[in-house]
Nanobody, 122 residues
Framework: QVQLAESGGGSVHTGGSLRLSCAAS??????MGWFRQTPGGEREGIAS???????VYIDSVKGRFTISKDIHKNTLYLQMNNLKPEDTAMYYC??????????????????WGQGAQVTVSS
């Protein structure tokens, strides 16, 4: 059972930056991803990173967000630059039990962190 714990959330103004971290209880070898959810909204996949570091992003964050991982620290990251008010949400990291990683569907991921709040004010 993989355990995930996010950190690094907070409040910034429009145009600011934040870096989220996700500490994993075991070796990050397969597929990891970041999701976000607003109150009353569906959980939205933002980015995923495969075992070979291949990445997938949704269009709204391309060029602003970067997903990466440090396998020696068992940690997943999400660098968020040029933040906008519409980025305000609870952010979750997730792990998938299979190597195939070209997916941003929440149903395809098996393990989840508790979430970190990101708030962007104008």
């Amino acid at each position: 059972q993989v355990q995930l714990a996010e950190s690094g959330g907070g409040s910034v103004h429009t145009g600011g930056s934040l870096r989220l971290s996700c500490a994993a209880s075991e070796y990050i070898v397969k597929c990891m991803g970041w999701f976000r959810q607003t109150p009353g909204g569906e959980r939205e996949g933002i980015a995923s990173i495969a075992y070979d570091r291949a990445t997938v992003y949704i269009d709204s964050v391309k060029g602003r967000f970067t997903i990466s991982k440090d396998i020696h620290k068992n940690t997943l990251y999400l660098q968020m630059n040029n933040l906008k008010p519409e980025d305000t949400a609870m952010y979750y990291c997730a792990a998938r039990e299979w190597f195939a990683c070209a997916t941003l569907k929440s149903v395809d991921f098996n393990y989840w962190g508790q979430g970190a709040q990101v708030t962007v004010s104008s």
